[in-house]
Structure formats: structure tokens, C-alpha cells
């Protein structure tokens, strides 16, 4: 949060265009794509999983809810948001089943595999071409504004808050926790680990679902290529939001906090005129930096848990 | 007619392959006792153990709870039955704080019937009573430690121990409880497991340390290739005959 504020600072002093109204909208509804996403991502890192394949469901879903919409029987705003949804649910269901059952070794395979199928799919579906026209409702989440509040803020509000109570509040929130923690312990105290796992996936599915409504209101179209890339974004908001790779640890509110510092990071270059091919680096270099950083972190816990047995111990000649 | 054994192992056999591991063992642990497992490694105690708590199943040989016959598919099982185990690795969760990983796999929860698996947690209720349960064995942990993670070995065992205990309505049993802690430690575990019984609790204890199992057990028994070869009460005058049941059989 300390970290956002500065960059909020720094970036009002470099740009004057940054802190103006207009600006901060813009950022809200780029960020709130980023920090849905983030907040799925949050749920598969906590368990010790990674989702990479988010970007590529984002893209599938602004096809298959603007090809819906089309239809008679998607022509509704609700239907093509539980359509997009559901998009996302199916992909997601298949990262789960095929990584828990498929007893695959870890989910970066698979996630790297729907990565493929997903986009792939988008693209042979639209035929390569963007499909124009989304509901209002659909363009309002994208680009509306409620007062001076974009209706993105308020969306990614409800999908974070959810998330929030589920994870803290929840014996299934306990439960993901328990699973990045110490997944033989979690078996042993009789969890159900496989199915808690192919829930995250899921639920990470659901969410690249519900970012691509954002996207698609926001543009008023489905694109193929919505979402490229966004899978690192949202990776480096979990990370930087405090959640570790390592599983077990990550909160909603840390991972929204950290799509917005990516979000000001991007929206920053951009207003200061920096080559856009160099927030790809700048984003890559922030992800390699905050797992390096987590990882120094569980050392250092490491240590100082040793540092605490040996005083429990010392203590016993005085 | 004296009260049947909370738990007895009758002539279990258990072969893993052509290796006999169980040869017949023989174990009875008495209502509020603290039974010492003795014997050297390869012995038989960890294979008895798990029979006991339904990880093994025997190839022979039965197991009884409070007299009567129990055949256990799964650890499970032998939890419903009342037994609980504190393994040597804790299989603690250090990412979590106390209270959570006291109710891990059992949290106390609203709304189960209409929410399922999102039902809500109820975290003041599980908190006091964990509060409850390591006050009653003694257990002393930080106030502000957050994960058990950053706590001394002592008080991850002591969680693990009194976690057990609470949950437990028979029997807890205890591999190796002190095996990896400091002498102060070790004595605050000790000090909690001589508490047990009094919350009727009996106690299977599987230690290498002669010491410690003459000052908290009632009863030892001494394995040897896959079999019971004898038992003695601890104290300093048996110390060298169960020495020599370990050695020689």
C-alpha cells in the first residue's frame, strides 16, 4: 500500500496529466481487468498452484459472450455475462480436473497447454476477426460511469469483496490455506485436497471470465487477442501484493493492491511517453524482483524460527 | 471382572512382503494409563502403531476398543474411534496461526446445512476455545505469534500435543514427542503428556529416552522383532532390565 502511495507521488510530480480526473478514471477501468484477474490468480497461488493460462480464457470469453449476443438466445445482457462466465468456468474446470486427476506434477503444463487451446480456439471461432457490439449493460461495466466512479471499480468492488469473504470467513477459504500450507497435512486431517484444488482452478477461470466482460464493455467488441499477456499482470499482482509462490499465504485485498501498482505503473509509462514494449520489461523485471524478495522472506523466517528454538532452549540453564 | 482395555492389540501379525514386521505383538494400555513403547529401531513400534491407528491394516490378529473388535479401514477410522496420533514430522501448518491449525479438517462453522463448504467460520468461538485447551496442558505460546511457523519447537509440539488431546477421546499416541527438542522444551512436553490422564486420556508413548519415559510412564513394554518381550514399571531400579530387553530380547 506504502509502495502505491509513493508511485501515486512520484507519478503526480513527473506527469501533470496523471492526477487528473480523467486519468484516474482510465486507470480504474485498466486496473480493475488486471486486479480481477489478479484476484483469481490469488486463489491458485495460494495453494501453491499458478494459472497462466488467464489471458488466453479472457480472450476466448469476449468471443463466445459477443458471438452469444449475436444469438437469439444469448441476446440478453445477463446471458452473455454468464456465457463469458461460464467460458471461463469450463477452461478453468478442465485446468483443474486435468492437473488434480491427471495426477500431472505441477499446473504450469497444463495451464501452458489451455493457454494454447484457449487463444487457438478464439481465434478459429471469430474467424481471426474482432466481433463488434456487446449489451449495454456489458458496455456500461466497461466504460461507464456511476458520478465520477467508474462502474469497473464498483465491479471489480464486488468480485474482490466476495472473494475477500470467502477466503477469510469460509471453511473453504480455510481450507485453500491449510492446502498451500502443508497439502499432506491438509490429506491427513481428512480435506478434501483434490477437490479444493480443482475449485481454485475454476474459480480462477470464473474470474478471466469476468475480466473479459470488463474488456469487451470497454472496447464494445470481442477481440481474439483480448487479454494477451495479462496472465504476467496478474502473476505480478498476486507476488507484489504480498502472496507467496510458495503457497499459503496471499490475501484479495494485497493482490487488488498490487494490480493497481501495476496498473500506475503501466498507465505511467504510458503518460510519460515510454516505448509500451518497455512495460513488458518493466513488468517482467517487478515479477522476477518480488519472487526473489519472497523467497529471501521465507529464509529469513527460516532463520529466525531456529533463532526462537535455541532461545526456548537456552533459557532452561538460566 | 476387571474393565475391559481402551485399547488392545491381540496377536497382530503384519508382513510387508517376505519381512515379518509384527510377529504376534501383544499391547494392552488400561483406562488413564501412559504405556511406554520400547525398542530398537526396526523393532516393530511404528508398525504396531499404525495398526493401531488404522494406517496398517493386519495380516493377522485383531484390534479391540474398549473390548470390543475394531476393524479399521483408514486412519479415520481410528480417529472416530478416539485415537489420535502426533506424528514426528507435527504435520502442523506453519503458514497458519494456532487456533487454525488446532480446528484444521474440524472448523467449527454456521450454516453447514444450507452453505455446504462455504459455510461460515466461526473463528471467537474456536479461538477461546483453543485458548481453553493449551491452558488446561500448560501449553505457553506468544501472544503476538501470528503463524505457528515462527514458534520454538516446544510450542509447535505442545499445539500438535494438546491438539491431539482435544480431539482425542480414548487415546492419544506419541511418536517420539521430545526427539527433536531442546532440554527446557522437552521438559514442558513432558509435563503436558503427564496431564492427559486427567482429562481420561491414555497414552501410548514411543520414545528412545530412558529418562523420560521413567518420569511420565506407568508401564513400559519392550519390543523386539516384531514381538512384546517383556515389561517392567519405570523407574531407576528397572532401567537396566529394560536396557537389556532392547538389546537382547
Known amino acids: 500500500m506504502a509502495i502505491l502511495i509513493v508511485l501515486f507521488a512520484v507519478m503526480t510530480l513527473l506527469s501533470s496529466v496523471f492526477f487528473t480526473e480523467r486519468n484516474l478514471q482510465n486507470l480504474v ?47 440478453s445482457a445477463v446471458a452473455t455475462i454468464l456465457i463469458m462466465a461460464g467460458t471461463g468456468l469450463a477452461v478453468g474446470a478442465v485446468n483443474g480436473i486435468a492437473y488434480v486427476y491427471g495426477r500431472m506434477p505441477n499446473p504450469l503444463i497444463i495451464t501452458l497447454a489451455t493457454l494454447g487451446i484457449a487463444r487457438g480456439l478464439a481465434l478459429i471461432i471469430s474467424g481471426g476477426d474482432s466481433v463488434v457490439g456487446m449489451p449495454g449493460l456489458v458496455v456500461d461495466l466497461g466504460s461507464g460511469l456511476v458520478g465520477p466512479v467508474p462502474w469497473a471499480g464498483v465491479f471489480l468492488l464486488v468480485v474482490a469483496g466476495a472473494a475477500s469473504f470467502l477466503t477469510r470467513q469460509t471453511q473453504w477459504g480455510a481450507w485453500i490455506y491449510a492446502v498451500g500450507g502443508n497439502p499432506e497435512a491438509a490429506a491427513r486431517v481428512g480435506m478434501p485436497v483434490r477437490r479444493v484444488l480443482v475449485s481454485v482452478y475454476c474459480l480462477s477461470g470464473v474470474c478471466a471470465g469476468l475480466a473479459a466482460v470488463l474488456v469487451a464493455g470497454r472496447t464494445d467488441s470481442g477481440f481474439p487477442q483480448a487479454g494477451q499477456l495479462s496472465e504476467l499482470d496478474a502473476i505480478a ?63 529469513l523466517e527460516r532463520r529466525f524460527q531456529a533463532v526462537q528454538a535455541g532461545r526456548g532452549s537456552a533459557g532452561a540453564s538460566a | 471382572m476387571s474393565a475391559p482395555f481402551v485399547l488392545e492389540a491381540r496377536g497382530v501379525v503384519k508382513y510387508f512382503g517376505a519381512v515379518c514386521a509384527l510377529d504376534g505383538a501383544q499391547l494392552q494400555l488400561a483406562d488413564g494409563e501412559i504405556l511406554a ?28 476398543v474398549d473390548g470390543a473388535r475394531l476393524t479399521m479401514k483408514s486412519a479415520a477410522d481410528a480417529r472416530a474411534a478416539g485415537i489420535e496420533t502426533v506424528y514426528q514430522d507435527l504435520a502442523l501448518f506453519d503458514n497458519l496461526s494456532p487456533t487454525q491449525n488446532f480446528f484444521a479438517g474440524r472448523e467449527q462453522v454456521s450454516g453447514a446445512r444450507l452453505l455446504g463448504r462455504l459455510a461460515v467460520l466461526r473463528k471467537r468461538s474456536m479461538h477461546a476455545e483453543t485458548l481453553v485447551a493449551l491452558d488446561r496442558l500448560g501449553v505457553r505460546i506468544p501472544q503476538d505469534a501470528a503463524t505457528v511457523g515462527l514458534m520454538s519447537g516446544g510450542q509447535r509440539q505442545g499445539i500438535a500435543v494438546a491438539r491431539a488431546a482435544a480431539f482425542a477421546g480414548r487415546v492419544v499416541i506419541l511418536d517420539e514427542p521430545t526427539a527433536a527438542l531442546g532440554l527446557r522444551e522437552s521438559r514442558a512436553v513432558l509435563d503436558i503428556v503427564k496431564r492427559l490422564p486427567e482429562q481420561g486420556i491414555s497414552v501410548i508413548l514411543i520414545s528412545h529416552n530412558l529418562d523420560h519415559v521413567t518420569e511420565v510412564a506407568d508401564r513400559a513394554v519392550v519390543m523386539r522383532r516384531g514381538r512384546v518381550v517383556g515389561e517392567a514399571v519405570p523407574s531407576d531400579e528397572t532401567h537396566e532390565q529394560l536396557v537389556g530387553l532392547i538389546v537382547n530380547g
Do not use: Y
Open chain 1, 29 to 75: 477501468m485498466q486496473t480493475s481487468v488486471i486486479a480481477v484477474l489478479a484476484v483469481g490468480q490469488l486463489l491458485v497461488i495460494v495453494t501453491r498452484g499458478i494459472d497462466i493460462s488467464v489471458g488466453s480464457i479472457l480472450g476466448l470469453s469476449t468471443i463466445t459472450g459477443g458471438l452469444a449476443f449475436g444469438t437469439a438466445w444469448g441476446g
Open chain 1, 237 to 299: 499482482a498476486v507476488i507484489i501484493g504480498g502472496a507467496s509462490i510458495l503457497g499459503g499465504r496471499g490475501t484479495v485485498s494485497g493482490a487488488v493492491v498490487g494490480a493497481f501498482i501495476i496498473g500506475t505503473i503501466r498507465n505511467g509509462l504510458n503518460l510519460l511517453d515510454v516505448d509500451p514494449n518497455w512495460q513488458l520489461v518493466t513488468v517482467g523485471v517487478v515479477v522476477a524482483l518480488a519472487v526473489e524478495l519472497d523467497v529471501i522472506r521465507a529464509a
Open chain 2, 37 to 64: 513403547l520400547l525398542g530398537d529401531n526396526g523393532a516393530g513400534k511404528s508398525t504396531l502403531i499404525k495398526c493401531l491407528t488404522g494406517v496398517h491394516r493386519p495380516d493377522a490378529g485383531e484390534i479391540r
